[in-house]
């Protein structure tokens, strides 16, 4: 599957410090419904496209009109891979406090929390930069995208 | 109360890990010289070095790396204006098993090689070019010709 074409930077960006906010909401509340809609929202991303992906489209309806356009792009195959990184901590979650193992969905909320974060603060992709790391414990994965 | 101060927490650990990063991105380890034999490089890093160049950088990249495409920009251009450096992208998405053998971790790495495939340096993330060529500096300068045989 092709990742799809290259996007504006500060999409991504955006949809992280979206992210954030929203995890940080997620536990501070535990209001476990709104972290099943951040999963989805993550599913979006990761398996059907970027341009799709609702803070994607917040993005370009409220935020891209106020700014100049950028002819710097990003390549999509990154994004989407953190946004399947973040799907499994995000379903992990759920299941954790829709389960009443609370402590599970904390820690996997949290996990994907300090991955938006520095996505937002620091335009740091930890998904993608670990990738390496992360094979090493999944030796024998075929990886087809 | 509790999720608060998970929240807090995790953002404060955000913030020391993103200053770290943020620091150590693009430093430059010198390797020390291997104490005995050294070990055999993995063959697509011996495919890749040149043997015309005095120094050969091989990045060590993955498709699901942003910062790559950056550093291999940077990279080749450096390498087109600089006498005896050449630049090669390894692509290991698909074989993991050569970031392994090199002991790399994160994308995009770049470790520089003699012609002979002695290791000189490695830089983590994305390399900063006057740098990096301040440092290799010593193995650019051209050999005196050496009898050929």
Same mark, same amino acid.
């Given at each position: 599957?092709? =990742?799809?074409? =290259?996007?504006?930077?500060? *999409?991504?960006?955006? =949809?992280?410090?979206?992210?954030?906010?929203?995890?940080?909401?997620?536990?501070?509340?535990?209001?476990?419904?709104?972290?099943?809609?951040?999963?989805?929202?993550?599913?979006?991303?990761?398996?059907?496209?970027?341009?799709?992906?609702?803070?994607? &489209?917040?993005?370009?309806?409220?935020? =891209?009109?106020?700014?100049?356009?950028?002819?710097?792009?990003?390549?999509?195959?990154?994004?989407?891979?953190?946004? %399947?990184?973040?799907?499994?901590?995000?379903? &992990?979650?759920?299941?954790?406090?829709?389960?009443?193992?609370?402590?599970?969905? &904390?820690?996997? %909320?949290?996990?994907?929390?300090?991955?938006?974060?520095?996505?937002?603060?620091?335009?740091?992709?930890? *998904?993608?930069?670990?990738?390496?790391?992360?094979?090493?414990?999944?030796?024998?994965?075929?990886?087809?995208? | 109360? $509790? /999720?608060?101060?998970?929240?807090?927490? $995790?953002?404060?650990? /955000?913030?020391?890990? /993103?200053? +770290? +990063?943020?620091?150590?991105?693009?430093?430059?380890?010198?390797? @020390?010289?291997?104490? /005995?034999?050294?070990?055999?490089?993995?063959?697509?890093?011996? @495919?890749?070095? @040149?043997?015309?160049?005095?120094?050969?950088?091989?990045?060590?990249?993955?498709?699901?790396?942003?910062?790559?495409?950056?550093?291999?920009?940077? +990279?080749?251009? #450096?390498?087109?204006?600089?006498?005896?450096?050449?630049?090669?992208?390894?692509?290991?998405?698909?074989?993991?098993?050569?970031?392994?053998?090199?002991?790399? #971790?994160?994308?995009?790495? $770049?470790?520089?090689?003699?012609?002979?495939?002695?290791?000189? #340096?490695?830089?983590?993330?994305?390399?900063?070019?006057?740098?990096?060529?301040?440092?290799?500096?010593?193995?650019?300068?051209?050999?005196?010709?050496?009898?050929?045989?």
């Amino acid at each position: 599957m092709a =990742a799809g074409p =290259a996007v504006d930077p500060r *999409g991504p960006r955006f =949809a992280a410090a979206v992210t954030t906010v929203v995890l940080a909401v997620v536990l501070v509340t535990g209001w476990w419904p709104l972290l099943a809609a951040q999963t989805v929202v993550f599913a979006i991303g990761a398996f059907i496209g970027l341009r799709p992906a609702p803070y994607s &489209v917040l993005y370009r309806a409220l935020v =891209a009109p106020r700014l100049a356009p950028t002819s710097e792009r990003e390549d999509a195959a990154p994004l989407r891979f953190a946004q %399947t990184v973040g799907f499994v901590f995000a379903l &992990v979650g759920t299941l954790g406090y829709a389960g009443g193992v609370t402590a599970l969905g &904390v820690v996997a %909320t949290a996990f994907a929390l300090f991955a938006a974060f520095l996505n937002a603060a620091f335009n740091f992709c930890l *998904g993608c930069e670990v990738y390496l790391l992360a094979r090493r414990f999944t030796p024998r994965t075929e990886h087809t995208s | 109360m $509790t /999720g608060l101060w998970v929240v807090v927490g $995790t953002l404060v650990a /955000g913030l020391l890990v /993103g200053a +770290l +990063l943020h620091r150590r991105n693009g430093r430059i380890r010198t390797t @020390a010289e291997p104490a /005995g034999e050294s070990a055999e490089l993995p063959e697509p890093v011996t @495919a890749a070095l @040149a043997p015309g160049s005095a120094v050969t950088l091989v990045q060590i990249s993955t498709t699901f790396c942003a910062p790559c495409r950056q550093t291999r920009a940077l +990279l080749s251009h #450096l390498a087109e204006r600089t006498e005896g450096l050449h630049h090669v992208d390894l692509d290991v998405t698909d074989r993991p098993h050569v970031a392994q053998e090199l002991g790399v #971790l994160r994308t995009p790495t $770049t470790v520089a090689y003699t012609s002979e495939g002695r290791e000189i #340096l490695r830089v983590g993330g994305v390399p900063k070019g006057p740098d990096l060529l301040a440092a290799l500096g010593p193995h650019l300068v051209p050999e005196v010709e050496r009898g050929s045989h």
